[in-house]
Nanobody, 116 residues
């Protein structure tokens, strides 16, 4: 069983920055592909950024150049640095750890609100 705990959400003005952090426990962290997803009200959950166990990184087009995902296998954490935030980035952000379709875990989510 994998436990994921997110932190770092909050309210920020347009153009501002936030860093989300996800701490994992209960597993061999470096074997898992890690990712951040988000779900805005009335919308489906979407991929934001992923980093595989081998370090390959992928971003959704809407955040390229603004968001950076970083995993630290020594600390069992994966962070999402978010810059130039816009109101459309408002959502609940979820941390994900995936090894197989049967070993796929989610955190409880952290709210990010971008508003003036």
């Amino acid at each position: 069983q994998v436990q994921l705990v997110e932190s770092g959400g909050g309210l920020v003005q347009p153009g501002g920055s936030l860093t989300l952090s996800c701490a994992a426990s209960g597993t061999i962290f470096n074997r898992y592909d890690m990712g951040w997803y988000r779900q805005a009200p009335g919308k489906q959950r979407e991929l934001v950024a992923t980093v595989t166990s081998r370090g390959s990184i992928n971003y959704v087009d809407s955040v390229k150049g603004r968001f950076t995902i970083f995993r630290d296998n020594a600390k069992n954490t994966v962070d999402l640095q978010m810059n130039s935030l816009q109101p459309e980035d408002t959502a609940v952000y979820y941390c994900n750890a995936k090894l197989t379709i049967f070993n796929n875990y989610w955190g409880q989510g952290t709210q990010v609100t971008v508003s003036s």
